[in-house]
């Protein structure tokens, strides 16, 4: 039974342990891929929005003007881009093919939808975190 306690005092350790990793490198990759569009906190105002022809819309408000719901899916199709669902068509680069083709690169043939998936879902789940 003591074992048992703790296994399971370990298990939830870990667990809430990955959770945290998740969002960390959710975070992360919205820093180096995003911000510089999208700005630091997700307001349109990264230092290359003033050098685009084409308005950076903020990512905070995405709850908003759905109702009041985070539209996950929508979201992630958008910044996959490979579904052909895009913002505006714009200069938003495909980020699904630039991870996969970074994931090819490290020699991750066949891993790689799994990593590009995995970092999709990382980003979606933490634009999810900094809406207002
Ligand atoms: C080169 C600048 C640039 C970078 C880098 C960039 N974006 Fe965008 N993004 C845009 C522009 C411009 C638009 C609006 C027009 C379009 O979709 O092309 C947009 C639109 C979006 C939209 C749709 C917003 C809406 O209101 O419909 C989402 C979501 C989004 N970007 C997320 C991301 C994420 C996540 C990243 C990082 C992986 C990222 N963007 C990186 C320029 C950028």
Known sequence: MKRLIVLSALFLAASTGFALADADVGRSEYTVACAG????SGLGDGPFAGLLNIAVPGLTGLTQANDGEFPFLKTLMIVDGRTGIRGHGGPMPIWGD???ASAVEQGDVYGAELIVRGRLLSLVEYLETIQQ
């Open 37 to 40: 569009c999208h700005g630091e």
């Open 98 to 100: 630039r991870y996969e």
